[in-house]
């Protein structure tokens, strides 16, 4: 059974940091594109994700969140990361870790309608 399972998720204040987890289990880690998804309280969740890793270590990330979210993978531990620095009130959400196989072009890209989704973690900001 495939499992993504978030935590992390704080109350924290302007300018602060965090690192959120996502523990993966039931699929091969290192054949999936992974990412995270933010969801806005009162908004849909995001179509694109804030942040996505290649099952070759690619990054990418969204303008909002570039240079200060780093998203990173730990193989051993089969586990996602995401490293938030200088965090906005506009950060506060729901973050969610999701995963999709490599498409057959072996180009990873991130979007809702991606194979495995977690239950989200909640984030928020406060000033």
């Known amino acids: 059974q495939v499992q993504l399972a978030e935590s992390g998720g704080d109350s924290v204040q302007v300018g602060g940091s965090l690192t959120l987890s996502c523990v993966v289990s039931?699929?091969?880690?290192?054949?999936?594109?992974l990412g995270w998804f933010r969801q806005v309280p009162g908004v849909e969740r995001e179509l694109g994700a804030i942040?996505?890793?290649?099952?070759?270590?690619?990054?990418s990330y969204a303008d909002s969140v570039k240079g200060r979210f780093t998203i990173s993978k730990d193989y051993a531990k089969n586990t996602l990361y995401l490293q938030m620095t200088s965090l906005k009130p506009e950060d506060t959400g729901t973050y969610y870790c999701?995963?999709?196989?490599?498409?057959?072009?072996?180009?990873?890209?991130?979007?809702?309608?991606?194979?495995?989704w977690g239950k989200g973690t909640l984030v928020t900001i406060s000033s």
């Open positions: 942040a996505g890793i290649s099952d070759i270590g690619t990054t």
């Open positions: 999701a995963a999709l196989f490599v498409p057959s072009n072996g180009r990873c890209w991130y979007y809702a309608g991606m194979d495995y």
């Open positions: 039931g699929l091969p880690f290192g054949d999936y594109c």
